[in-house]
């Protein structure tokens, strides 16, 4: 099969990755690709948000498959260009994309579902908001509603704080047109976690699980990022946990699908807070997190072309994934100042001198033969072991290696006492 993914981020490239493993594949595309994907496929020079150009361009080279890994191309509806072309695409179409592209609407809906989550309240102007405030106790998590490439969240200690935030959304238009409707929630304290699961069409499975860490800092200080690190399994899902989460999230969130008549086909990540073996959706989105993917597919024993086949065919079944016993480990390498500003073009060095570890390239591209960073989380080191110290001692032994001019990681992933 000819397949074509679509992205630029460690997330596609775990995805080929794992693709490339498939015997039933035969040859693979990622548009636009990076250093990294451009060893292992072939690099099309077409954005991502090109809906238009990435549908032409799968019509005319007869792609068996494509892939849509970013939020963005989904939420736009790619998914719903390549089938009305008759292209097979794995991703929901843009209905059920919606559950991303608007924090109101994925509220509105657990809300009307009875999916426990935090109170909320969604506001379109910028001194309503203000005025809600008084409404919650800090902290206070302010949202804007539209997709902000995961720096969109805000969590307020003070009100002015609280105030800033909204004014800097709704009246400074620090994320565009993503922050005209703002979300505002209680603040929900426990532990976080991720779930990604395979949906296909009528039922919800869940893979294996993962903890991801979204501050810029080491103890979770500094701002939320994409994601700074994960780790694979997570050892907070207990028998109790997840009963939990299969009784009031999984079927009440399938349960709505269904009545809402959404055909949703590809990926649902629900993030998660978990307290006292309960848990609430903190949200939901329609793709592979990054760096969720980076920990989940190396623990994956199964074909994932077979699985995205049978996803987007209504077949796929739990028993169809496989995963290994392993535990698995990724962090991220990131230019300096990430989440806000940072410089690109730093050249990468070190990456022939690693050993055991994969290492997923995020935001790089190639300049004059030499691979440098293109972005603001530009790498994730990832590796396996037998046990989640084993497979963090790979990876933190290997990040020395690895260097590029004010490289910046955080130091506790993975660090369970």
């Not at 630029?8 to 636009?32: D, M, T, V």
């Not at 989940?296 to 028993?319: N, Q, W, Y």
């Not at 290997?398 to 955080?410: T, V």
Request: net charge negative.
């Amino acid at each position: 099969m000819k397949v074509l993914v679509v992205g630029n981020g460690a997330r596609e490239h775990a995805i080929c990755w794992k693709l490339k493993q498939s015997k039933n594949l035969s040859s693979i595309y990622c548009a636009p690709g990076n250093a990294g994907i451009s060893k292992i496929a072939e690099c099309v020079n077409i954005k991502a948000d090109d809906i238009q150009g990435i549908t032409d361009y799968a019509a005319k080279e007869k792609m068996d498959l494509v892939v849509v890994g970013p939020e963005g191309p989904l939420v736009a509806g790619l998914v719903d260009l390549l089938t009305e072309k008759n292209i097979k695409a794995f991703g929901p179409n843009k209905r059920g994309a919606k559950f991303e592209g608007s924090k109101s609407y994925s509220k509105d809906f657990m809300n009307k579902y009875n999916i426990p989550t935090a109170k909320y309240k969604v506001y379109t102007a910028p001194q309503q908001a203000l005025e809600g405030l008084k409404d919650f106790n800090l902290p206070i998590v302010v949202k804007a509603d539209g997709l902000a490439a995961g720096k969109g969240v805000l969590i307020c200690q003070s009100m002015s704080e609280a105030e800033n935030a909204i004014i800097s959304i709704m009246k400074e238009h620090q994320f565009g047109d993503s922050g005209n409707t703002v979300v505002i929630e209680e603040f929900l304290d426990g532990t976080e976690a991720s779930l990604l699961c395979f949906v296909n069409g009528k039922e919800i499975i869940p893979m294996e699980s993962a903890r991801d860490y979204k501050k810029a800092y080491d103890n979770d200080l500094g701002l939320n990022t994409g994601g700074m690190g994960c780790f694979s399994p997570n050892p907070i899902y207990t028998k109790t946990l997840n009963s939990y989460i299969k009784k009031n999230i999984i079927d009440t969130t399938i349960n709505g699908f269904l009545k809402e008549n959404i055909d949703f086909r590809g990926i649902l990540f629900i993030g998660l807070m978990i307290k006292n073996d309960e848990a609430k959706v903190l949200e939901y989105n329609t793709r592979f997190g990054d760096p969720e993917t980076e920990v989940v597919l190396p623990r994956l024993k199964s074909d994932l072309l077979e699985i995205m086949l049978k996803t987007i065919d209504g077949t796929l079944v739990a028993d169809d994934l496989q995963w290994i016993d392993e535990k698995s480990v990724a962090v991220i390498l990131a230019s300096g100042g990430y989440p806000e500003n940072y410089e690109k073009g730093k050249e990468i060095k070190g990456l022939d001198e690693v050993e055991d570890v994969i290492v997923f390239h995020g935001g790089t591209s190639l300049s004059d033969g030499k691979v440098v960073t293109d972005g603001g989380r530009v790498l994730a080191v990832t590796a396996i072991g037998e046990t989640l110290k084993e497979a963090r001692k790979k990876v933190y032994d290997n990040i020395p290696k690895i260097h590029f001019e004010k490289m910046e990681y955080r130091k506790d992933i993975a660090k369970i006492n």
